[in-house]
C-alpha cells in the first residue's frame, strides 16, 4: 500500500520514501549506513509510514549473511 502511496506522490511531484523494493535491495547488497539513515529520516518525517515489514527485513538480513 505505500508503494502506491508513493508513487502517486511523486507522480504529483511531491517527494516519497524509497519504495520497500529498493530499501530492501540496497539493505540486502549491505548498505546497511544507507538503510539506516533512510529509516531514520522517515521515521521523523513521517513516522507512522510502514518501509518493510518483519519478514522481508528477515530475508534481507539473511541474504547479507550467505
Not at 535491495?25 to 539506516?36: M, P
Not at 533512510?38 to 518525517?45: F, P, Y
Request: negative net charge; charged residues 25%; aromatic residues 10%.
Amino acid at each position: 500500500m505505500y508503494d502506491g502511496i508513493g508513487m502517486a506522490w511523486k507522480k504529483m511531484g511531491k517527494a516519497a520514501p524509497p519504495d520497500s523494493r529498493t530499501f530492501l535491495e540496497k539493505l540486502a547488497a549491505g548498505d546497511v549506513a544507507w538503510a539506516k539513515q533512510t529509516h531514520e529520516e522517515l521515521i521523523k518525517s513521517q513516522p507512522d509510514w510502514l518501509l518493510f515489514n518483519e519478514n522481508d527485513l528477515n530475508s534481507a538480513c539473511y541474504k547479507m549473511h550467505t
